[in-house]
Structure formats: structure tokens, C-alpha cells
């Protein structure tokens, strides 16, 4: 157990890259005690605290096409595309099902990110359980327009990311300054800014929320910012940063299971590639 931070990025079945990085930290008994998930990271995270290496990659590969788990007809009901309550309902045959007992002892403390509509401001849920568990977890995965707002005990809430990206300044706010970062995108990328179109869906859509939507409108300059900050840190040897080394070409909602079982090959093998460096890097931190 490293007194350090672990950071993951969302990218829904982008996902798959950081479940790789997760399950080769499973295998060397590596963990953190802090971990912060945002959308699909917290998803990955909640395996990572149950420590069932595989679980993400064999539920996304092997029952993708299940409508019952990821559909687009869901959306036209205003219900999440990916059906959480699906995800951690028990079930036989090979679905493995959540080890909730090993979450609850895990000594990580778990957060899960999302987006409160009412300030357009970043909350975050500090170790849910039960039912608490999924309605966070579907409030930080809820995309805009396509999911319904969950309901949290700090009210309603949509996608972690709309606000805090890569919340990696949430760690050094509570005092961490061993911060190891998985992202889902190569270190070089950046998004493109809101369009004018956008830019009034928003506001039209979330009219009764006119904070969310400028927070939703300015995610990119966001999320740009955040990318630059943490190359920075990096260099500085202020955070440690597992990243893909090519760009990603898997989609948010890739339907190819090959690709998906590639992806998580990947982030195996660039985990297992990073380890020593990571080791040094926490090693050193905590001598200093």
C-alpha cells in the first residue's frame, strides 16, 4: 500500500486501456490510498478496489453485444447507454459478479467524480457503498443530452468529466503529493473547442441550469489546461503519468471486441513496462 494517490481518466470503453493498467497492479499487489475514478475510470476502479483482475475486460469483451449491458436504444428513453444496474446485478453463467464484500474492506479510500447541475461544480463521493455505489457511479458516467441527470445525495448530477477531467488537483488539495495519473488518451492530445452549435444546445437543454452549461461549454479550454498542467508536473517528476504511447483509435462505444481486447492488452504492456519507473518514483517520494 503506497501513501499515494492513483487518478483515472474516464473515455467509456476507452476504458479497457486503464483496466489493463489496474489488473497488472492486481497482479504485483500494488495499490494506492487514495484512488479517484471519473466515468468509465471509476467503473474501472470499483474492480480494481474488489481486486478481480479481468473483470472489466472479460464483461466488456465477451458481453458487448448484450442489449441488456450496452445499447443506444437506451438513450432514446433518456436511460444510460451503458446500464449500470445491469453491470453489478448478480447473474450466472460466465458473467462474473461484483465482489462488493472485498470493495467494502479494501483500505483504499474510493472517489467518484461527477458533476452537480445545480452549481456546474465538481462533486465527489468519498467511498460509496450499496446502492450509494451505483447511483454515484451513474451520476459520474451520465453523458449530456443522451442520460438522464442520477440522483445523489448531492442532488442531480451528470458526467464527472464535464468538470474535472483529470482530477488529479483534488489529490494535492488533500494532501497527497504522490500522484500516479492513467490516462485513456495519449499525453499529446487535446480537444478541439465548443462549437457555437454546442455551445446552444447546452444552453437550451439546460436552460434551468445555466452554470452546468458554461461549465459544460468550457470543458475543453478545461480539460486542455489540465493535459498541460499534468505534462508539466511530469517533467518536474511532480506526478507519475501512464499514458498510451500511440493515439487511441478504439470509440467510446466500439462495438469491435478485438479492439477491446487490445486495448487491454496495451495497457498491460505499458504497465508492466512503467512499473520500475513508477516504483522509483514512489520509492523516491516517500524517502523525500
Not at 472479460?58 to 447507454?81: E, G, M, P, V, W
Not at 462488493?100 to 467524480?113: A, G
Amino acid at each position: 500500500m503506497y501513501r499515494a494517490a492513483l487518478i483515472l481518466e474516464g473515455g467509456a470503453l476507452r476504458g479497457q486501456y486503464t483496466a489493463g493498467v489496474l489488473d497488472t497492479f492486481l497482479k504485483h499487489d500494488i495499490h494506492f490510498e487514495l484512488v479517484v475514478g471519473v466515468s468509465a475510470g471509476a467503473l474501472c476502479g470499483t474492480n480494481y478496489l474488489s481486486e478481480q483482475i479481468g473483470r472489466t475486460n472479460t464483461i466488456n469483451t465477451k458481453h458487448r453485444q448484450d442489449k441488456n449491458y450496452i445499447s443506444l436504444r437506451r438513450a432514446f428513453k433518456r436511460q444510460d447507454i451503458i446500464n449500470l444496474d445491469y453491470l453489478f446485478a448478480p447473474h450466472s453463467g460466465d458473467w462474473e459478479n461484483f465482489d462488493e464484500r472485498t470493495y467494502r474492506s479494501s483500505t483504499s479510500e474510493f472517489v467518484v467524480v461527477a458533476t452537480a447541475l445545480a452549481s456546474g461544480q465538481a462533486v465527489y463521493f468519498r467511498h460509496p457503498q450499496g446502492r450509494d455505489l451505483v447511483a454515484d457511479l451513474k451520476a459520474s458516467s451520465a453523458m449530456p443530452f443522451i442520460s438522464a441527470p442520477a440522483v445523489t445525495n448531492a442532488g442531480v448530477c451528470l458526467d464527472g468529466g464535464i468538470a474535472d477531467s483529470i482530477p488529479f488537483a483534488y489529490a494535492q488539495k488533500r494532501g497527497f503529493d504522490q500522484i500516479v495519473v492513467v490516462r485513456t488518451r495519449e499525453r499529446t492530445y487535446r480537444k478541439n473547442p465548443t462549437s457555437a452549435v454546442l455551445r446552444r444546445a447546452y444552453q437550451h437543454s439546460f436552460a434551468e441550469y445555466p452554470a452546468f452549461a458554461s461549465t459544460a461549454s468550457a470543458r475543453p479550454e478545461m480539460y486542455n489546461q489540465q493535459a498541460a498542467q499534468l505534462q508539466q508536473l511530469e517533467q518536474q517528476g511532480q506526478v507519475f503519468v501512464i499514458a498510451p504511447q500511440e493515439p487511441v483509435t478504439v470509440g467510446r462505444l466500439e462495438r469491435d471486441v478485438n479492439k477491446l481486447t487490445a486495448l487491454h492488452q496495451t495497457g498491460m504492456a505499458e504497465a508492466e513496462a512503467a512499473l520500475p519507473g513508477m516504483q522509483a518514483y514512489l520509492s523516491h517520494a516517500s524517502e523525500d
